[in-house]
């Protein structure tokens, strides 16, 4: 049964910092794709970071410079290191995992529970 368990999430005042992390079982994820998401109340489900079976990585335009995406395979655990944080970071954020390079579409078949992130303004 594959399982991916997020932690990490909170709230944090603009300028701050917070790292999500996601940890993923019953699934061997070290060779494929995987990612984060994020979700606001009344809107899609938007691709924030990924990092695709080959190792390279992708990020949506409106988190370059201030998210970073990495995983440690020997723990099976993804990360996203989100630095700079805004008010429209706040959301909902979901990891994901896929043996297909989906990148920042959120067709992934394994998803997290999501974790809470809010930016006051």
């Known amino acids: 049964q594959v399982q991916l368990v997020e932690s990490g999430g909170g709230s944090v005042q603009a300028g701050g910092s917070l790292r999500l992390s996601c940890v993923v079982s019953g699934y061997k994820y070290s060779t494929d794709c995987v990612g984060w998401f994020r979700q606001a109340p009344g809107e899609g489900r938007e691709g924030v970071a990924a990092?695709?079976?080959?190792?390279?990585?992708r990020y949506a335009e409106s988190v370059k410079g201030r998210f970073t995406i990495s995983k440690d395979n020997a723990k099976n655990t993804l990360y996203l290191q989100m630095n700079s944080l805004k008010p429209e970071d706040t959301a909902m954020y979901y990891c994901a995992a896929d043996v297909r390079d989906y990148g920042l579409s959120p067709m992934y078949d394994y998803w997290g529970q999501g974790n809470q992130v809010t930016v006051p303004s």
């Open positions: 990092i695709e079976s080959d190792g390279g990585t």
